[in-house]
């Protein structure tokens, strides 16, 4: 039984804001990840990201709302618009009948630095009435709700990358007890000094200067990851529910979700990438579906060398013994790496290459890693795709899965 | 409503709170009615408007953590790993023990609740890195290496899941002031809904700290009565000017019912409802008529299939704002009925302060006590009433009374609304 379907999705992402921006950014391979702007990070040894730089917050966030809210908020404003404007949904009359259910990450980054300034530098005074609402994780997800007059049971999850596809998960539960539409995914705006300083201490940033040189999933010379902002948040529905308001067009339906921890090391994977691969076999069980009916798989796709080769190995022990390779691709590669919204945005990007039958291929993948039954994507093709798997991961060992497919009427087989 | 029929009881219970040590210490401060709340010992509060806090008398390496553990984590981990292990030896499952009737580790899940997570970390590395605000680009010289640890506050959650080895689904919940309830809810659907048999749950908040301080500080959420630390926290009295900042940490062992039977488990309760609502109003301010609260109590009572009734405590929100107090007395009306007129109702706040994201796994775990031992603990500084809060709030003294049935319930910033429901082992299911 289907219990989700997506039938909205709101982008702002440094490959552009709206879903179909985003998309021909990625179906014509323009990579969206250049030189910081903003201020001079060379002493942090990182100078490259993703940045959204055609997002005008102003056309979206009302400026009384804007004062009071950090550039994280505003994105996730602005996201949670595009998808209701997408999925032609506008509040019902029952307010209880809508969650708003997200992922974040490190919270109102700029807005808080900002204030800690002032505090530091000229006392507690300077600190604004703000600060208490604009920083901390839960902030997009009550204005949100606030702004759109949405009731239901609402959370915030924080799993660090794996936040984007665990709200899915959550929001299934969200779902199951009574509640027919729920906002979930996320964004992230942490390309700002203080925050990209503590990004930096994680080792994981590469160092490069030139973008070809510095995000390189499944790539021999992979270095490390580059950050990125943003995300998408997306509309999900009972599929009843969408269908009794007289939806028209549904993405895709969310037909399986698995989740576990490596119980590990504090920071780094387990070695043996078995609850990477237990996650992703949970959410084919819980689908319904068997490694052989999977069409594309879309990969967290770190970039750091280790990570890439667990991830591959996760990979293999799933789906190693198809009869024909699974293709993966890493559309991360194209924007950074936006915490908790890029798994968000991954899961956007499955459902348009799912649309389209195009898969897009990963940025700078010239020389690809060794991948024994795995069909790693290095340009963008056309394929038809009717089941995908969405991958993240989490700094600490979260380890996430997806399972979206094509909605059951519009399948062929 | 669980859809599979699975049932989810309490194990486990681990308290790091201010003023005590440990769920027993704790449980023995909040029914002698006696008061944590102090004049800020951790920084010179002079130059600000609330000067008051409940601060815990912690130290992480006297209470097992290691150097690295200590090292490594802010003080809000430090605070959960501590509680978790309290909760955890509590239940006698032997997680992470390596013990071969250890449960499965896939099994086991982790939801950690926490409001503003490794705060008071961010700010003091913030303040070396930036020379204490003099440069908007802050120099990385000073930094230390553990500070992506400090961005992410899911670190907390792995930190758990380590300790224990749980491989199943793990999380932290976020959601401002009511993360504690939520933690523990979203831990108790984990199980439910069949992805975990037992789940370690709780929340754990540090914000004594400047930045925190001001913040409520310029909003006037806090309170001013600086002359009276130890009688600083009011809730539901009329002179209650708002709440005390508090920190600490509360973990339960929650797991499936026939798994506790199995093992011949104690168990403190059952979790029977849990439900959550947003009030879509304002992001600090709370209408007068608590309809949503009122909403998210009775779908939590309906979750267990309790009347109202049958409540027989209702551990409050109570943070001792003029507005939350009053919001709260309304919804509990709203909700209950006449049972409110009979209610007992209090609010712990009022002697170990206001822990954001915390307090509520705090309070779920005085809630959890108090059924199991039929005390309920009382509302300390209590002396006026106030015309608008006129249901009984258990003024300054513990109460002997059997609780079948217990409420607990938080409001937060962002309008969110909670409420768990508990129930007595031995309460007859209809």
């Given at each position: 039984m289907t219990e989700l379907v997506v039938t909205?999705?709101?982008?702002?992402?440094?490959?552009?804001v709206g879903v179909e921006a985003h998309w021909s950014s990625l179906v014509r391979g323009e990579p969206a990840i250049r030189p910081i702007v903003g201020f001079d990070p060379a002493q942090y040894g990182v100078s490259l990201a993703g940045q959204v730089t055609d997002f005008v917050p102003a056309d979206h966030v009302d400026p009384r709302?804007?004062?009071?809210?950090?550039?994280?908020?505003?994105?996730?404003?602005?996201?949670?618009?595009?998808?209701?404007?997408?999925?032609?949904?506008?509040?019902?009359?029952?307010?209880?009948?809508?969650?708003?259910?997200?992922?974040?990450?490190?919270?109102?980054?700029?807005?808080?630095?900002?204030?800690?300034?002032?505090?530091?530098?000229?006392?507690?005074?300077?600190?604004?009435?703000?600060?208490?609402?604009?920083?901390?994780?839960?902030?997009?997800?009550?204005?949100?709700?606030?702004?759109?007059?949405?009731?239901?049971?609402?959370?915030?999850?924080?799993?660090?990358?794996?936040?984007?596809?665990?709200?899915?998960?959550?929001?299934?539960?969200?779902?199951?007890?009574?509640?027919?539409?729920?906002?979930?995914?996320?964004?992230?705006?942490?390309?700002?000094?203080?925050?990209?300083?503590?990004?930096?201490?994680?080792?994981?940033?590469?160092?490069?200067?030139?973008?070809?040189?510095?995000?390189?999933?499944?790539?021999?010379?992979?270095?490390?990851?580059?950050?990125?902002?943003?995300?998408?948040?997306?509309?999900?529905?009972?599929?009843?529910?969408?269908?009794?308001?007289?939806?028209?067009?549904?993405?895709?339906?969310?037909?399986?979700?698995?989740?576990?921890?490596?119980?590990?090391?504090?920071?780094?994977?387990?070695?043996?990438?078995?609850?990477?691969?237990?996650?992703?076999?949970?959410?084919?069980?819980?689908?319904?579906?068997?490694?052989?009916?999977v069409d594309l798989v879309l990969a967290d796709g770190a970039g750091v060398p280790e990570l890439d080769a667990l991830e591959l190995e996760a990979?293999?022990?799933?789906?190693?013994?198809?009869?024909?390779?699974?293709?993966?691709?890493?559309?991360?590669?194209?924007?950074?790496?936006?915490?908790?919204?890029?798994?968000?945005?991954?899961?956007?990007?499955?459902?348009?290459?799912?649309?389209?039958?195009?898969?897009?291929?990963?940025?700078?993948?010239?020389?690809?890693?060794?991948?024994?039954?795995?069909?790693?994507?290095?340009?963008?093709?056309?394929?038809?795709?009717?089941?995908?798997?969405?991958?993240?991961?989490?700094?600490?060992?979260?380890?996430?899965?997806?399972?979206?497919?094509?909605?059951?009427?519009?399948?062929?087989? | 409503?669980?859809?599979?029929?699975?049932?989810?009881?309490?194990?486990?219970?681990?308290?790091?709170?201010?003023?005590?040590?440990?769920?027993?210490?704790?449980?023995?401060?909040?029914?002698?009615?006696?008061?944590?709340?102090?004049?800020?010992?951790?920084?010179?509060?002079?130059?600000?408007?609330?000067?008051?806090?409940?601060?815990?008398?912690?130290?992480?390496?006297?209470?097992?953590?290691?150097?690295?553990?200590?090292?490594?984590?802010?003080?809000?981990?430090?605070?959960?790993?501590?509680?978790?292990?309290?909760?955890?030896?509590?239940?006698?499952?032997?997680?992470?023990?390596?013990?071969?009737?250890?449960?499965?580790?896939?099994?086991?899940?982790?939801?950690?609740?926490?409001?503003?997570?490794?705060?008071?970390?961010?700010?003091?590395?913030?303040?070396?890195?930036?020379?204490?605000?003099?440069?908007?680009?802050?120099?990385?010289?000073?930094?230390?290496?553990?500070?992506?640890h400090a961005l992410v506050p899911s670190c907390g959650a792995t930190e758990l899941a380590v300790r224990f080895g749980a491989c199943g689904p793990a999380t932290v919940v976020s959601t401002g002031c009511t993360s504690g309830i939520d933690a523990v809810g979203y831990g108790s659907q984990l199980i439910e809904d069949g992805d975990a048999d037992i789940v370690i749950a709780g929340a754990s908040d540090a914000p004594i700290s400047p930045i925190s301080m001001a913040c409520f500080d310029t909003i006037r959420a806090t309170t001013g009565n600086n002359d009276d630390p130890a009688h600083a926290a009011r809730p539901f009295d009329a002179r209650r000017d708002g709440f005390v900042m508090g920190e600490g940490s509360a973990v339960l062992v929650l797991e499936e019912l026939e798994h506790a039977r199995r093992r011949g488990a104690d168990v403190y309760c059952e979790v029977s409802g849990y439900a959550n609502r947003c009030n879509a109003h304002h992001m600090t301010g709370l209408r007068p008529d608590g309809v949503e609260m009122a909403e998210a109590i009775r779908l939590a009572l309906d979750q267990g299939r309790i009347d109202a009734d049958e409540v027989g405590y209702v551990n409050a929100h109570g943070s001792g704002t003029k507005q939350n107090d009053r919001h709260e007395t309304a919804a509990v009306k709203l909700s209950l009925g006449p049972t409110a007129q009979r209610v007992s109702m209090s609010s712990i706040k009022s002697m170990i302060g206001h822990s954001l994201g915390a307090i509520g796994s705090i309070e779920i775990a005085a809630t959890a006590l108090a059924v199991q031992r039929g005390v309920v603990p009382p509302t300390a500084n209590y002396a006026v009433p106030d015309p608008e809060c006129d249901l009984d709030y258990v003024p300054n003294t513990a109460r002997e009374q059997k609780v079948d049935v217990a409420l607990s319930v938080g409001s937060g910033f962002g309008g969110f609304q909670s409420a768990i429901v508990l129930a007595h082992p031995t309460r007859r299911t209809p």
């Open positions: 909205g999705i709101g982008v702002v992402a440094p490959t552009g709302l804007m004062v009071q809210t950090d550039r994280w908020t505003w994105m996730s404003l602005a996201a949670a618009t595009l998808a209701a404007q997408d999925a032609g949904y506008t509040a019902p009359e029952d307010a209880y009948a809508t969650s708003v259910f997200l992922a974040a990450g490190s919270g109102g980054n700029e807005f808080s630095q900002h204030e800690i300034q002032g505090l530091w530098a000229k006392g507690p005074k300077s600190v604004g009435a703000y600060q208490s609402i604009a920083w901390f994780y839960a902030a997009s997800t009550g204005q949100i709700s606030i702004r759109d007059g949405y009731k239901g049971p609402s959370g915030v999850v924080v799993s660090e990358g794996a936040g984007g596809l665990d709200s899915i998960g959550w929001a299934r539960r969200v779902v199951r007890r009574g509640t027919p539409a729920v906002l979930v995914g996320g964004t992230e705006a942490g390309v700002t000094p203080y925050a990209l300083l503590c990004q930096a201490t994680s080792g994981r940033l590469s160092t490069a200067t030139a973008p070809e040189d510095a995000y390189k999933p499944f790539d021999r010379r992979a270095s490390g990851h580059v950050l990125g902002e943003g995300g998408a948040i997306l509309l999900v529905e009972e599929p009843g529910a969408a269908r009794a308001r007289g939806v028209e067009r549904v993405w895709g339906e969310v037909a399986g979700h698995g989740a576990t921890h490596d119980a590990h090391h504090h920071a780094d994977a387990a070695p043996d990438a078995r609850q990477y691969a237990r996650a992703i076999q949970l959410s084919l069980a819980d689908a319904g579906i068997t490694p052989e009916d990979l293999q022990r799933v789906f190693g013994a198809r009869s024909r390779p699974v293709p993966v691709t890493a559309p991360s590669s194209w924007t950074g790496r936006l915490m908790a919204g890029g798994s968000a945005l991954n899961v956007a990007t499955a459902l348009l290459a799912m649309r389209d039958g195009i898969v897009p291929g990963t940025a700078y993948l010239d020389d690809p890693v060794d991948a024994p039954g795995l069909d790693l994507v290095q340009h963008s093709r056309a394929q038809q795709v009717e089941t995908v798997v969405v991958l993240a991961r989490g700094f600490g060992g979260f380890n996430s899965s997806l399972v979206l497919r094509r909605p059951t009427e519009e399948r062929t087989s | 409503m669980s859809t599979t029929g699975r049932r989810v009881v309490i194990t486990g219970i681990g308290v790091v709170a201010p003023g005590s040590m440990g769920r027993e210490g704790f449980w023995e401060m909040i029914t002698a009615g006696r008061t944590a709340t102090r004049r800020i010992t951790f920084f010179d509060p002079s130059r600000f408007r609330s000067q008051v806090a409940a601060e815990v008398d912690f130290d992480g390496r006297a209470q097992g953590l290691t150097a690295h553990e200590v090292f490594r984590n802010d003080r809000f981990v430090q605070m959960a790993m501590v509680a978790a292990d309290e909760a955890v030896t509590d239940s006698g499952l032997g997680l992470g023990s390596g013990a071969l009737d250890a449960p499965d580790p896939d099994r086991v899940g982790v939801v950690l609740g926490s409001a503003v997570g490794a705060t008071m970390r961010l700010e003091n590395e913030y303040v070396a890195v930036s020379d204490a605000g003099a440069h908007w680009l802050v120099d990385p010289q000073y930094a230390s290496r553990f500070l992506h």
